[in-house]
């Protein structure tokens, strides 16, 4: 409307010449102002991320259990990815911060942490950073930040009691500056979107007037969508992040349906290859690690490096291993922690392994025992089996993650091995360090033995598959999964700058 009029106006003899000056003045005064504005100090926030992590159960099925830990801790747990920039041409030193916090309205926070820091040199500003959480406002790190530098806060928080779409608000105050957010910009903000949004109207009203052209409207970027049904089944390690990923593609593709089942990688990998003929194509794997066996399956792409933890319920009065230690546990070579550690006090040890179509079993034995793990002389976990000698050590096999963890964190003395992410979120339990170092990717990069990479598999090649498989194959390696992936403390096999991550590539000794 406002379009039309102006085009009719410009019909006048000196319609386009006043409409020159015209855009020429709003423009220059438009950049002045922004100039003006760069000047000073000014912080970015920009929500990333805000959703809930809970599974509908008509899709996610078992996975629901790895997200709420039985229902016994995370209640209506979700994730929240703040992007913090300094978009100034000013640098922020630590003196210039007067207040700096996220306000999580009636959400406690429970967890928290930085990701994607750039430059590089940031990791060092935060990484003893203290995050104190458990209240609904969250105090971020006061670091010097030059023009252009930005980190990531991941937060994870209950929603539970929350009203609808909570926020997640930034109040913070600069000396000398301002701040920016999505929701609330200052007023040197509001006035160069202002000008540039009139700019663009006269701009668009000359060329329509000069030109007779029409212009196409943006589009979001998204998925390349495809339509019909896919299952994703394996990980149990894994299968919490796929099926939120699953469930964030599906809000871009509404007639996709994907289900994700953690059934553990071997299952995974041996319902895709003996699946019927048509529903090949519509069913990817997902396993910790490459599995031999599998002839008419290819490990379509890696997808992120899975770092594992050794945990210990919490009564447990240790804090780091050495590989040998390790290695006589899982052996079951040992009853008593004082058997592993002469200094401890006499305490029951209770081996709470994986089965052995288990990826994260597999790892265990590949990269850190060197041999198979002790048979399993257990079923509960807490008495041995009928014949075996009472000097045998407890050992029971569990098959998926969840169990694994619900084990551990009830029975005092108890030992086993969960993926990090996953170890990181439940109560109750604590990580070990292996010979000092910790279950970190920077620690692995150093030497830290037991990670693995996540590979999706298809039957046959992927290009060969149905085009649903094919785009959410895809999806998972985009910017956005990227993202997401690396806010739960896995590494993603592309890393921010499209670049292959070595640790996905290069061969393992």
């Given at each position: ?110 967890a928290a942490g930085t990701t994607e820091e ?29 023009p252009g530098d930005e980190y990531k806060v ?356």
């Amino acid at each position: 409307m406002v379009i039309s009029v102006l085009v009719e106006w410009l019909t006048a003899q000196q319609g386009v010449g006043s409409l020159i000056a015209a855009l020429v003045l709003i423009v220059g005064v438009t950049v002045f102002n922004q100039y003006q504005a760069r000047r000073k100090r000014v912080l970015s926030f920009r929500v990333r991320f805000n959703s809930p992590l809970g599974f509908s159960p008509d899709y996610a099925k078992s996975v629901a259990r790895v997200m709420d830990r039985d229902n016994t801790h995370i209640a209506e747990p979700a994730l929240v990815v703040v992007r913090v920039k300094n978009v100034g041409r000013t640098p922020i030193h630590e003196r210039d911060y007067k207040t700096l916090k996220l306000e999580f309205a009636g959400r406690p926070t429970i967890a928290a942490g930085t990701t994607e820091e750039k430059p590089d040199g940031l990791v060092d500003d935060l990484k003893d950073f203290d995050w104190k959480v458990g209240d609904e406002t969250l105090q971020l790190p006061r670091i010097g930040l030059n023009p252009g530098d930005e980190y990531k806060v991941v937060v994870l928080l209950s929603n539970a009691g929350a009203p609808p779409n909570p926020p997640a608000k930034p109040i913070a105050r600069l000396s000398e500056g301002g701040i920016v957010t999505q929701a609330d910009n200052p007023r040197t903000r509001r006035t160069i979107i202002a000008g540039a949004a009139l700019s663009i109207l006269l701009a668009g009203a000359l060329v329509a007037t000069l030109l007779f052209v029409e212009s196409t409207p943006f589009r979001r970027d998204a998925p390349v969508c495809a339509s019909g049904e896919l299952t994703v089944e394996g990980s149990s390690a894994f299968a919490g992040i796929a099926a939120h990923l699953a469930k964030q593609y599906m809000t871009y593709c509404g007639d996709a349906k994907i289900t994700v089942i953690a059934a553990g990688s071997f299952e995974g990998l041996d319902h895709l290859q003996n699946a019927a003929p048509e529903q090949r194509p519509r069913r990817l794997a997902l396993a910790d690690g490459k599995f031999i066996g599998f002839s008419e399956l290819v490990p379509a792409r890696g997808v992120a490096v899975v770092p594992y933890s050794i945990v210990v319920h919490n009564n447990v009065p240790v804090s780091d291993l050495p590989p040998q230690a390790l290695q006589r546990i899982f052996h079951g070579e040992a009853a008593d922690w004082r058997d592993i550690l002469p200094t401890l006090p006499s305490a029951p040890l209770r081996v709470v392994a994986r089965d052995d179509r288990s990826g994260s079993r597999r790892a265990l034995e590949t990269h850190v025992l060197k041999t198979r793990q002790a048979g399993a002389t257990s079923d509960s976990c807490d008495v041995l089996r009928e014949g075996v000698p009472a000097t045998e050590p407890v050992i029971c096999e569990q098959t998926t993650t969840s169990d694994v963890l619900a084990k551990v964190r009830t029975r005092p003395g108890a030992v086993g091995y969960v993926d990090t992410p996953n170890a990181l979120l439940t109560p109750g339990v604590k990580q070990l360090r292996l010979a000092g170092r910790a279950a970190t990717i920077d620690d692995i990069r150093a030497g830290y033995p037991f990670w693995t990479v996540e590979y999706l598999y298809s039957y046959g090649d992927l290009d060969k598959t149905d085009p649903l498989t094919r785009s959410f194959a895809n999806y998972l390696i985009d910017a956005e999964a990227r993202s997401m992936i690396a806010a739960q403390q896995y590494a993603p096999c592309v890393r921010t700058d499209g670049t292959p991550e070595p640790l996905c590539t290069t061969p393992r000794e």
